[in-house]
């Protein structure tokens, strides 16, 4: 099980399409601030996407060949990498494209074929089965069903972000290496 890569824990986040997995993401993010994380996260799309916009230099130095362009401005830099075919490039190699050294955990939304422990967010209106009966690596399960399912890791309401980012920042503190001085969730 992939749990973390240069000390730097991952944490998954999945549920079935339109279920949220975002919106906790974005939830979460801000209270895991709070809790002095410097958090990376990975998308996973299953749709081709450019990030680019056709005319600009760096679109046109892409399409004339480069097999990677980096974007950088105030605040911020981004890497384009072409990879020359339709194949996904492994979770492992993404989150080693990431500056770690700046990073306490990464989440990851997708790479359902990665195995990495798991945050499974439920959904009672969908009517779909918990993964985590199923699934070893689902290590907590936010859900909205009204009771909370039993299950034998813990169970958070999906409104519960404080309660659910403090199980991330310890999950973050137990697995993986805290750069900062005097880090501690």
Same mark, same amino acid.
């Given at each position: 099980?992939?749990?973390?890569?240069?000390?730097?824990?991952?944490?998954?986040?999945?549920?079935?399409?339109?279920?949220?997995?975002?919106?906790?993401?974005?939830?979460?993010?801000?209270?895991?601030?709070?809790?002095?994380?410097?958090?990376?996260?990975?998308?996973?799309?299953?749709?081709?996407?450019?990030?680019?916009?056709?005319?600009?230099?760096?679109?046109?130095?892409?399409?004339?060949?480069?097999?990677?362009?980096?974007?950088?401005? %105030?605040? !911020?830099?981004?890497?384009?990498?072409? +990879?020359? $075919?339709? &194949?996904?490039?492994? #979770? @492992?190699?993404?989150?080693?494209?990431?500056?770690?050294?700046?990073?306490?955990?990464?989440?990851?939304?997708?790479?359902?074929?990665?195995?990495?422990?798991?945050?499974?967010?439920?959904? %009672?209106? !969908?009517?779909?089965?918990?993964?985590? +009966?199923? $699934?070893? &690596?689902?290590?907590? #399960? @936010?859900?909205?069903?009204?009771?909370?399912?039993?299950?034998?890791?813990?169970?958070?309401?999906?409104?519960?972000?404080?309660?659910?980012?403090?199980?991330?920042?310890?999950?973050?503190?137990?697995?993986?290496?805290?750069?900062?001085?005097?880090?501690?969730?």
């Amino acid at each position: 099980m992939l749990a973390q890569i240069d000390g730097v824990p991952l944490l998954g986040v999945i549920a079935s399409s339109g279920s949220g997995k975002t919106t906790l993401l974005t939830a979460l993010l801000p209270a895991l601030r709070a809790h002095g994380l410097r958090v990376g996260c990975v998308k996973h799309s299953h749709h081709a996407f450019d990030v680019d916009r056709p005319g600009k230099d760096s679109h046109l130095l892409r399409e004339a060949g480069a097999n990677q362009v980096m974007l950088s401005g %105030a605040g !911020r830099w981004v890497l384009m990498t072409e +990879h020359g $075919d339709d &194949s996904d490039t492994p #979770l @492992a190699e993404l989150v080693l494209s990431m500056d770690l050294t700046r990073l306490d955990l990464v989440l990851v939304e997708g790479f359902r074929r990665t195995a990495m422990p798991r945050l499974e967010i439920h959904r %009672a209106a !969908r009517g779909a089965a918990l993964q985590c +009966h199923e $699934d070893a &690596s689902v290590i907590a #399960l @936010a859900s909205d069903a009204e009771p909370l399912p039993a299950a034998h890791i813990p169970v958070f309401a999906l409104t519960d972000v404080p309660a659910i980012a403090s199980f991330v920042a310890g999950h973050a503190a137990r697995t993986g290496r805290l750069q900062r001085d005097g880090a501690s969730a």
